[in-house]
Nanobody, 123 residues
Framework: QVQMVESGGGSVQSGGSLKLSCVIS????????MAWFRQAPGEERERVAA???????IYADSVKGRFTISQDNAKNTLYLQMNNLKPEDTAMYYC?????????????????WGQGTQVTVSS
């Protein structure tokens, strides 16, 4: 079974940066979408960024220009570079995968999930 493990979370001040990593086990699937979701207390889980098999990326409006999703296929690792962090970015961040050509929006459309890594941004 596919396994995903996140790391890189932590506590930073507003304006700071963090880089999250997600190590993904080997897969024979050539079609996929890898995504980062986040969930703050009392909020719905939301997709913040995604990247598909062709390298196309998509971002939530709230993080455009600040976050960058990327993938190192040789290392089977997904990344989320987060710059200019704001208190409203505080959340548990999860990596997820779905084995479809399209990057879907809703959490229940993703099959594999990591355990989450906490990001806390203070003023």
């Amino acid at each position: 079974q596919v396994q995903m493990v996140e790391s890189g979370g932590g506590s930073v001040q507003s304006g700071g940066s963090l880089k999250l990593s997600c190590v993904i086990s080997e897969s024979t699937s050539s079609t996929y979408c890898m995504a980062w979701f986040r969930q703050a207390p009392g909020e719905e889980r939301e997709r913040v960024a995604a990247i598909d098999s062709n390298g196309n990326t998509i971002y939530a409006d709230s993080v455009k220009g600040r976050f960058t999703i990327s993938q190192d296929n040789a290392k089977n690792t997904l990344y989320l570079q987060m710059n200019n962090l704001k208190p409203e970015d505080t959340a548990m961040y999860y990596c997820a995968a779905t084995w479809r050509a399209q990057c879907l929006l809703l959490p229940n459309e993703y099959i594999n999930w990591g355990q989450g890594t906490q990001v806390t941004v203070s003023s």
